[in-house]
């Protein structure tokens, strides 16, 4: 009987586990087997390069998402998959940055990916291997924010404006909880360090107006108050959720 076995062997990326669910990075062979990588599950379907165990793993994920949450349409499904995605990649590689002071090579041809399971079961690394703090805008935003807001568009009708909203509001909830952990366990290098890091990567223009640089509130809606039940978010642009348009459900 062969048994597969799944185990964080590198200390620096295990350490992330005291971060929280998000931060978490998993290496080794995933328990159901060879996974897509990112690369490859963001390639246009058509190209047959998307990955054979979930046909379009972008197409799955985000109908996965829809009939989780009830969404009304696409593109609330889309915007919540993709604040999710946004969410884990600016955790893993800001909580490494802040804790350990380098950031793991998220590298989407290294990347696996299970459009089927939630944090921290979704992404496994296939190569751990390491980049310098000052490339965590090339790992994040350039790497794996811009491919992915290009492969979900290139399948729905969604605003880039929402996506990087998104992106946004990911990391600064994201920089929230590190700082967070840091009060509770006496660490605040950590929270300071993720706090400057995170000034440095809103500088960029794909982020630079996506939130009130007073309240922090964004500037864009994601969406999940049209979710039914839903309301709006801490960081919402809206007070309240907005009425719907006569005639417009």
Not at 19 to 28: D, H, P
Not at 177 to 190: E, F, N, T
Request: one cysteine or more; glycine letters at 10%; aromatic letters at 6%.
């Amino acid at each position: 009987m062969v048994l597969l076995l799944f185990v964080d062997l590198d200390p620096e990326l295990k350490a992330l586990d005291a971060l929280g669910g998000f931060f978490v990075l998993r290496t080794g062979v995933p328990p159901r087997g060879t996974l897509p990588t990112l690369a490859s599950a963001w390639a246009n379907p058509r190209s047959g390069t998307a990955g054979k165990v979930y046909g379009d793993p972008v197409t799955f994920r985000v109908r996965k998402v829809a009939q989780s949450i009830r969404a009304p349409e696409p593109r609330v499904a889309v915007s919540v998959a993709q604040q999710g995605l946004a969410a884990r990649f600016w955790s893993i590689a800001l909580g490494a940055a802040a804790l350990g002071g380098r950031v793991p090579d998220l590298d989407p041809e290294l990347l696996s990916w299970d459009p089927d399971a939630s944090a921290p079961d979704d992404l496994w690394l296939r190569e751990v291997r390491f980049r310098p703090v000052a490339d965590l805008d090339a790992v994040v935003r350039a790497g794996l924010l811009v491919p992915l807001s290009a492969a979900l568009r290139a399948r729905h009708r969604v605003s880039p404006a929402l996506l990087w909203g998104n992106a946004g509001s990911a990391l600064a909830g994201t920089v929230r909880q590190l700082d967070r952990w840091a009060r509770a366990h006496g660490r605040p290098d950590v929270g300071e360090r993720a706090r400057t890091l995170a000034g440095g990567l809103f500088a960029h223009p794909d982020l630079s107006g996506t939130l009130d640089p007073e309240t922090l509130r964004r500037r864009s809606c994601c969406l999940y108050y049209r979710v039914p039940g839903g309301g709006v978010c801490g960081d919402c642009c809206f007070e309240r959720p907005p009425r719907p348009a006569p005639g417009h459900t």
